[in-house]
């Protein structure tokens, strides 16, 4: 099984600020990762899939990069709407699919 | 507009069943492989099981084999999950979820583009 390594657990940053996630993979996932959005009381939302490729609907400010082992979500510049949790998640070697445990972007 | 409800949730015994039920509507269910992924309260997202579009091809995660069947009706446009022999940690909010059918080097599984809002399963006794 994949075990997916996100850090850091905590982001605090201010609305403007640029924010950057990182997902470590125990082993090659080559570009097979998406990254999800969580608010809370809601489902995930799928922002970047297969690495770097935007979801329908997701705004540019929303960018992902990697491969292999280490990948990078980076928030351009904090809207107010983007304080949530993210998660990543590879679809390689399943199953299991598996997800990392998550960076909560606070204020 | 595509969505997802999921229903059937609720309060099980430990060794007792439960079959959650995701009515899909707004797309067409039978291109879809669909998913069920959990998340238990204040943890992060676990996957359950996938099912192929046709339901003929189905998958699960070792915590769930042998006691959770995943399956479809693809002239209801619905998806089940039976689960069985129940346990506390089953206890979780479950999602449905629509496989995108991005396609890997190996397979058309794995990104879901969309999601029910979720049902809540405690198993406590």
């Not at chain 1, 996630?21 to 009381?41: D, E, F, I």
């Not at chain 2, 769930?64 to 209801?76: A, E, H, L, P």
């Amino acid at each position: 099984e994949i075990v997916l390594t996100q850090s850091p657990g905590t982001l605090s940053l201010s609305p403007g600020e640029r924010a950057t996630l990182s997902c470590r993979a125990s082993q090659s996932v080559s570009k097979y990762l998406a990254w999800y959005q969580q608010k809370p009381g809601q489902a995930p939302r799928l922002l970047i899939y297969d690495a770097s490729d935007r979801a329908s609907g997701i705004p540019p400010r929303f960018s992902g990069s990697g491969s292999g082992t280490d990948f990078t979500l980076t928030i351009s510049s904090l809207e107010p709407e983007d304080f949530a949790v993210y998660y990543c998640q590879q679809r390689t070697n399943w199953p299991p699919f598996t997800f990392g445990g998550g960076t909560k972007v606070e204020i | 507009e595509v969505q997802l409800l999921e229903s059937g949730g609720g309060l099980a015994q430990p060794g007792g069943s439960l079959r959650l039920s995701c009515a899909a509507s707004g797309f067409t269910y039978i291109h879809h492989p669909m998913s069920w992924v959990r998340q238990a309260p204040g943890k992060g997202l676990e996957w359950v099981s996938a099912t192929s579009s046709s339901g003929g091809n189905t998958y699960y995660a070792d915590s769930v084999k042998g006691r959770f069947t995943i399956s479809r009706d693809n002239s209801k446009n619905t998806l089940y999950l039976q689960m069985n022999s129940l346990r506390a940690d089953d206890s979780a909010v479950y999602y449905c979820a629509r496989d995108a059918g991005f396609c890997s080097s190996n397979s058309c599984y794995g990104v879901w583009d969309y999601w029910g809002p979720g049902t809540l399963v405690t198993v406590s006794s």
